[in-house]
């Protein structure tokens, strides 16, 4: 069954954190899974902040090879929601500031633990993807439609967000865009805003980002 790409670029970036099975060193051929946040670059890749001390570090640093699930925890029958599950690898990568202050405006936390020196980020390189929408709708997705989903770059993602120079309201806080949508916080909650006509880019992700703000603030 088709399945759409958008519905699992607009769950990554809905989610905050997921539970990553790695392949365990310490117990040999057995999976070790654990759940840590994470924030999406700007190619829709998860990206980790993770200590040198953990176990799931030791265990990509040998074998990179692993599993990410994310779901959809506002369902209340688990089974009927959207969860997506990517295989592929996690690899250690310097991120330039650019990305840290994408990390941080996510991510507060992450701030304090890049203080602390021994937390590193690796980047999930997804090989292979399968979607389950709901019951009875799944199907697997190929890496090669995921590397054409449309991308915006960081600084260009700077930019857009200080277009939006003020914020309507003191619940309301941007975290990040994309072509397909905008990542905010509102009253305390995570929430995902879909643009119409998505992808958008340039003049009109920016007057969409706009018009999205200022129906806030109304």
């Given amino acids: 069954m088709d399945i759409s790409i958008d519905d699992v670029i607009h769950l990554l970036h809905s989610v905050s954190h997921g539970a990553l099975a790695t392949h ?8 070790y899974a654990t759940v840590l946040p994470f924030v999406l ?4 890749s998860p990206v980790f902040l993770i200590s040198s001390l953990a176990e799931h570090t030791k265990n990509l640093l040998r074998n990179p090879r692993a599993s990410l699930v994310v779901f959809d925890e506002s369902q209340a029958n688990l089974l009927s929601g959207a969860r997506i599950s990517l295989i592929g690898d996690g690899l250690p990568f310097d991120a330039d500031k650019r990305f840290v202050a994408r ?5 507060p936390d992450g701030e304090r633990y890049l203080e602390m020196g021994d937390f590193a ?3 999930f390189e997804t090989k292979q993807v399968r979607a389950i929408a709901g019951f009875g ?3 697997w997705i190929e890496p090669e439609r995921l590397s054409r989903m449309a991308s915006l770059s960081l600084k260009e993602e700077e930019k857009v967000l200080r277009y939006v120079t003020r914020a309507p309201s003191e619940d309301f806080r941007l975290l990040g865009v994309d ?3 905008a990542d905010l916080v509102r009253a305390g909650v995570r929430e995902r ?12 992700l920016r007057r969409a980002l706009e018009l ?7």
């Fill in 137 to 139: 709708s799944m199907g």
């Fill in 193 to 204: 805003h879909k643009f119409d006509g998505a992808p958008l880019k340039g003049e009109s």
């Fill in 121 to 123: 980020f690796f980047r």
């Fill in 103 to 107: 990390y941080v405006r996510y991510q």
């Fill in 212 to 218: 999205f703000s200022l129906s806030i603030s109304r």
């Fill in 41 to 44: 670059d700007e190619q829709h």
């Fill in 179 to 181: 072509p397909y949508g």
């Fill in 24 to 31: 365990s060193e310490r117990v040999a051929g057995y999976p």
